[in-house]
């Protein structure tokens, strides 16, 4: 069960409002909107919906506005600027600057088979070091079992642009039951299509055309700006659908 209550920048998280997990030896996980002072502060530093799952042991600030803060473990939807020497210049967010994706950081990679980007390709990775101090960097494989666990170059496709409240609803588990976005699972039943959902506000969709593809970027857009319930996701399929 997830609790909530709203919070400022700067507001200080008292140790009894964390979760208090079953199982003792599971870590705190300090999700996005949060910062981690040691020796045990934690600080919000956006504002928007305090979330505690005690099943989990976890806890973050839900929040539609404001910039993006990377976080280790977050998945990004990445813009290849420059390739140096050794890394990929990317940027995950318009307000920040680049994060640094190193050449061998792919499944199964040499530094005679590392991938080729050209400026503007899009790369799906996980962000590995997330620091005030310094840019974050990025990886596309599992340093655990050297899988790529579906990151990598994505082609084809359009990119869109979504709120960071959003993105976090499509990453859940099941958007459908827990973050009550309905309208995809209403298209797919229709058309099928591939996204890719960035923790950085940013959705790739790939499907037969573009015209297909334009429909459910509009569809996700749309629930999203328009703060649509089920039923009017449902309404808002059908016209899509209608239409192609």
Same mark, same amino acid.
């Given at each position: 069960m997830v609790l909530s209550s709203l919070v400022l920048p700067g507001d %200080? =998280? !008292?140790p009894g409002a964390l979760p208090t997990p079953s199982n003792p030896s599971v870590p705190l996980k300090v999700g996005p909107g949060l910062r981690y002072f040691p020796p045990g502060t934690i600080e919000p530093v956006v504002a928007g919906e305090l979330c505690i799952d005690h099943r989990k042991n976890a806890v973050w600030v839900e929040s539609n506005g404001g910039r993006y803060i990377p976080t280790v473990g977050d998945l990004v939807l990445a813009v290849v600027h420059r390739s140096t020497s050794d890394s990929f210049s990317c940027s995950i967010s318009p307000h920040m600057s680049p994060a %640094?994706? !190193?050449?061998?950081? *792919?499944a199964g990679v040499t530094r005679k088979t590392r991938p080729q980007f050209n400026p503007g390709s899009l790369v799906y990775a996980r962000v590995s070091l997330a620091n005030k101090h310094m840019d974050p960097e990025l990886e596309c494989v599992n340093p655990a079992t050297g899988k790529s666990d579906g990151l990598g170059g994505l082609t084809g496709g359009m990119l *869109? +642009? =979504? %709120?960071?409240? #959003? %993105?976090?609803?499509? #990453? #859940?588990p099941n958007p459908s039951a827990q973050g009550s &976005? &309905? &309208?995809? +699972?209403?298209i797919a039943e229709k058309v099928p299509f591939e996204v890719a959902v960035g923790r950085n506000g940013r959705v790739w969709v790939d499907a037969e055309g573009v015209a297909k593809t334009l429909a459910v970027g509009r569809a996700i857009q749309e629930t999203d700006k328009g703060n649509l319930g089920v039923d009017e996701q449902r309404k808002l399929a059908k016209r899509l659908l209608r239409d192609l």
């Open positions: %200080s =998280i !008292p %640094s994706l !190193p050449h061998l950081a *792919f *869109f +642009d =979504i %709120s960071l409240g #959003m %993105s976090r609803r499509l #990453m #859940m &976005v &309905v &309208v995809l +699972d209403e």
